[in-house]
């Protein structure tokens, strides 16, 4: 496991970046990283600090059973409801990035917002996205959290209906890589939907192997991380402060 250090530079690169590629929104939005084995202990960003700001030393370490771990304002209680849950429910799931990325929503909006395999990127997640068709307001509660953490199932990706995107991993340069995949896939496909046109959709098979094909390349995902936060630490390293 990476050191709590690790894990802030990781995950003040990752807030940058996602604000630097225009997937962040207004100074909403979440990531947070377990430092215990259980999850109970994690890094979650400040409340309304722009994305593009924060610095390893901003995040703040929480723990899920106590909220007296952060100081009152410090941080959204909506974060730290669902992610505390999402991560004690989940251990393997270490990182959650939560984004209102502009595709993703789109495709969250529609009656039917499958991921549809219609290229390389939309196959990664053939039957490996978990859908909420429930959005009920702005959450805060700890049973939220828990809901969000079944409907989750076995995957690690959920499109949260009329609302965004979550998606998890074990490691935060393989979650940044793919949201960043899980949005462009959106783009795609959402701009195959507005030609009106019928969509040529991957057969079942070619899907699950392309799918299978994109879980060995997890060395792909953390070298396209790797070298993003080596581009914004030549643009300005103090994410690393
Ligand atoms: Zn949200």
Request: net charge negative.
């Amino acid at each position: 496991m990476k050191t709590e250090l690790e894990l802030r530079i990781d995950l003040a690169a990752a807030l940058r970046l996602s604000a630097k590629l225009g997937m962040h929104e207004a100074v909403a939005n979440h990531f947070s990283a377990a430092v215990s084995e259980d999850g109970k202990s994690f890094l979650l960003n400040p409340k309304w600090v722009h994305f593009s700001k924060v610095k390893a030393s901003d995040l703040i370490l929480v723990h899920s059973d106590d909220p007296n771990s952060f100081e009152k304002g410090k941080i959204d209680a909506t974060a730290w409801a669902i992610h505390g849950q999402i991560h004690q429910l989940r251990p393997d799931i270490k990182v959650i990035m939560h984004l209102h990325p502009i595709y993703s929503t789109a495709l969250s909006c529609l009656k039917n917002p499958t991921m549809l395999p219609v290229e390389q990127n939309s196959a990664r997640y053939f039957n490996r996205v978990s859908y909420d068709s429930h959005y009920g307001g702005m959450a805060d509660q700890l049973a939220e959290g828990q809901r969000l953490a079944s409907l989750l199932q076995q995957n690690k990706r959920l499109l949260m209906g009329n609302h965004g995107v979550l998606i998890g991993s074990h490691d935060i340069g393989i979650a940044f890589d793919d949201m960043y995949t899980f949005e462009r896939a959106a783009q795609i496909l959402i701009n195959a939907y507005s030609t009106g046109q019928a969509l040529n959709i991957l057969n079942d098979e070619v899907a699950e192997k392309t799918a299978q094909d994109w879980e060995k390349i997890e060395d792909f995902s953390i070298a396209h991380f790797e070298e993003m936060k080596s581009i914004l630490a030549a643009e300005d390293p103090s994410f690393m402060d």
